[in-house]
């Protein structure tokens, strides 16, 4: 195949990015009220898969991806 990858691991920050996009995608979807419940759910999920390995010991590329898109998430929002 083309795009052929050996070695390549996804962990449970990689599924937390893809959680939070969702999120954000979600909450600017002008098709749903406005702040959904869908939203705030892949938030929470997001926010799961995140603690799911350590964040301090274990930093990547994609932990600071995933922090940074969580706060973008916040400012666009009232959750907490």
């Given at each position: 195949?083309?795009?052929?990858q050996?070695?390549?691991?996804?962990?449970?920050?990689?599924?937390?990015l893809?959680?939070?996009?969702?999120?954000?995608?979600?909450?600017?979807?002008?098709?749903?009220?406005?702040?959904?419940?869908?939203?705030?759910?892949?938030?929470v999920?997001?926010?799961?898969?995140?603690?799911?390995?350590?964040?301090?010991?274990?930093?990547?590329?994609?932990?600071?991806?995933?922090?940074?898109?969580?706060?973008?998430?916040?400012?666009?929002?009232?959750?907490?």
């Amino acid at each position: 195949a083309i795009y052929k990858q050996s070695g390549v691991s996804y962990g449970p920050h990689d599924l937390a990015l893809l959680l939070i996009v969702l999120g954000i995608g979600a909450l600017v979807d002008l098709s749903i009220e406005p702040y959904s419940l869908e939203a705030q759910h892949y938030y929470v999920l997001a926010r799961a898969a995140t603690v799911l390995q350590p964040v301090l010991t274990e930093q990547s590329v994609t932990t600071v991806k995933v922090g940074l898109t969580c706060l973008s998430f916040l400012l666009r929002t009232h959750f907490t």
